[in-house]
């Protein structure tokens, strides 16, 4: 489950190993995708933080969080076959269904998961 101010953003959620972040969402049917997908960084950073939407075919929400969980940057339907980077170093990355409500998050929200 991932929170904030405890109102529940999604009910599941995944924490991917590092080994499969690379791969993260692509060729993932949209389907199937009804969970927040959570990638942890070893270390705060904005280039390693950046994602790739190359071979995700639909947009999705993402929010990037420091070390303390502090939301740092939010990203409205991210488009196929884009790139971002956050605005600040982030060191975990949530990827949302894009019907997912994150109108009520604002910077500087923590999160729980």
């Known amino acids: 489950m991932i929170k904030v101010n405890n109102k529940i953003i ?3 959620k995944k924490i991917i190993s590092p080994l499969k972040q690379g791969l993260g969402l692509m ?3 949209r389907k199937k995708f009804d969970f927040g997908l959570i990638f942890k960084r070893e270390y705060e950073s904005i280039v390693g933080s950046s ?3 190359l071979f995700v075919f639909y947009s ?3 929010l990037f969080l ?3 969980k502090k939301v ?3 990203k409205k339907r991210l488009r196929p076959f884009t790139f971002y980077s956050p605005k600040k ?3 975990y990355i949530i990827e949302l269904p894009i019907e997912t409500d994150i ?3 604002k910077i500087n929200d923590i999160i729980s998961f």
């Open 51 to 53: 994602i790739h939407m």
């Open 27 to 29: 060729f993932f049917p």
């Open 103 to 105: 109108s009520f998050i």
């Open 66 to 68: 420091d070390s303390n």
């Open 72 to 74: 740092i940057d939010i």
């Open 60 to 62: 999705i929400n993402v």
């Open 10 to 12: 999604i009910k599941k």
């Open 89 to 91: 170093k982030a060191k």
